[in-house]
């Protein structure tokens, strides 16, 4: 048996239209275009590419983008006073304050800056325990779980009375995907570094959700049989055939378990073009919601 390949791409690609016929109707009815602003701390690499393709995005669904790239030793209440003037901005619809920040940067005060309505990123405090909560919505979910589920559900599986294995309980991918599932009425188990028995429980899951930043770490002989892979780990590994001399692999053991699984995300081109897309279609429901179009 051979998985089915989930393509994020071609996925990311059908939200972005839409996200784009969105963006054109707001200009034509209302005058209005969607706004985000991306606040970069710092001279990571990594991190500058994020924001670099966020606001490529921008440019090609007829967005405004608002960038601000900050030195590493930024006071804190000087980048308090940034964020807090692009939350009164109202040409600025979606604010993402690009994480990691630095080690001097109290992280939880610069995203609770954020006002609810435009934490795009969905990393709000108030977006994250409204998430938490049963019978609760939040504004915003985080980009990345949120495109890890239209990945699922493209598939057709039922999520309902599933059983859903997520590794890793990191606030922004491994503890949201939890409550995403669990609303949808799957049965979830998180794992993470002290979890017991760990390849006995994900034997048992029929949707395994892989964020846990370690290379190529779930066999093949972990998976059941016909089980939904999503892998959203980023590891980058050694390639002679490469011009970079590496290329990048997932937190999955995609060889061995592309044998075994029903359907896999591949790495590079599966959840990463998601993640991006859902930040787009984010943005643009906050301009909506601006607008009076749609309720909180």
Same mark, same amino acid.
């Given at each position: 048996?051979?998985?089915?390949?989930?393509?994020?791409?071609?996925?990311?690609?059908?939200?972005?239209?839409?996200?784009?016929?969105?963006?054109?109707?707001?200009?034509?009815?209302?005058?209005?275009?969607?706004?985000?602003?991306?606040?970069?701390?710092?001279?990571?690499?990594?991190?500058?590419?994020?924001?670099?393709?966020?606001?490529?995005?921008?440019?090609?669904?007829?967005?405004?983008?608002?960038?601000?790239?900050?030195?590493?030793?930024?006071?804190?209440?000087?980048?308090?006073?940034?964020?807090?003037?692009?939350?009164?901005?109202?040409?600025?619809?979606?604010?993402?304050?690009?994480?990691?920040?630095?080690?001097?940067?109290?992280?939880?005060?610069?995203?609770?800056?954020?006002?609810?309505?435009?934490?795009?990123?969905?990393?709000?405090?108030?977006?994250?325990?409204?998430?938490?909560?049963?019978?609760?919505?939040?504004?915003?979910?985080?980009?990345?779980?949120?495109?890890?589920?239209?990945?699922?559900?493209?598939?057709?599986?039922?999520?309902?009375?599933?059983?859903?294995?997520?590794?890793?309980?990191?606030?922004?991918?491994?503890?949201?995907?939890?409550?995403?599932?669990?609303?949808?009425?799957?049965?979830?188990?998180?794992?993470?570094?002290?979890?017991?028995?760990?390849?006995?429980?994900?034997?048992?899951?029929?949707?395994?959700?892989?964020?846990?930043?370690?290379?190529?770490? +779930?066999?093949? @002989?972990?998976? &059941?049989?016909? =089980?939904?892979? $999503?892998?959203?780990?980023?590891?980058? %590994?050694?390639?002679? *055939?490469?011009?970079?001399?590496?290329?990048?692999?997932?937190? +999955?053991?995609? @060889?061995?378990? &592309?044998?075994? =699984?029903?359907? $896999?995300?591949?790495?590079?081109?599966? %959840?990463?073009?998601? *993640?991006?897309?859902?930040?787009?279609?984010?943005?643009?429901?906050?301009?909506?919601?601006?607008?009076?179009?749609?309720?909180?």
């Amino acid at each position: 048996m051979t998985a089915t390949l989930i393509d994020g791409k071609a996925i990311a690609e059908t939200v972005k239209a839409q996200v784009k016929e969105g963006v054109a109707y707001l200009k034509s009815e209302y005058n209005l275009t969607p706004g985000l602003a991306t606040v970069l701390v710092g001279e990571r690499p990594d991190s500058r590419a994020y924001v670099a393709s966020k606001q490529k995005s921008c440019a090609e669904l007829g967005m405004n983008s608002f960038g601000h790239t900050l030195p590493a030793d930024i006071p804190q209440n000087e980048l308090l006073e940034i964020v807090q003037g692009l939350a009164r901005d109202s040409q600025v619809h979606g604010i993402l304050a690009q994480l990691p920040l630095p080690n001097h940067i109290d992280a939880e005060a610069i995203l609770g800056a954020v006002p609810i309505e435009k934490d795009v990123d969905g990393f709000s405090p108030l977006n994250v325990g409204r998430l938490s909560m049963k019978n609760r919505e939040p504004m915003f979910v985080p980009c990345t779980p949120l495109g890890c589920l239209q990945l699922i559900e493209s598939t057709g599986t039922q999520i309902e009375g599933a059983r859903a294995v997520v590794l890793g309980r990191s606030n922004i991918v491994g503890l949201p995907m939890a409550f995403l599932l669990l609303h949808r009425n799957a049965t979830v188990t998180i794992c993470h570094s002290r979890t017991r028995d760990l390849p006995d429980i994900v034997r048992q899951a029929d949707i395994v959700v892989a964020a846990i930043g370690k290379t190529r770490f +779930v066999p093949g @002989d972990w998976i &059941k049989p016909g =089980a939904v892979v $999503i892998d959203v780990g980023i590891n980058e %590994v050694p390639d002679a *055939t490469k011009k970079s001399g590496k290329r990048l692999v997932g937190d +999955v053991d995609f @060889d061995s378990v &592309k044998e075994v =699984a029903g359907f $896999i995300t591949p790495v590079p081109g599966g %959840v990463g073009p998601m *993640t991006i897309a859902m930040l787009m279609q984010n943005t643009l429901t906050a301009a909506q919601r601006a607008a009076g179009l749609l309720k909180p």
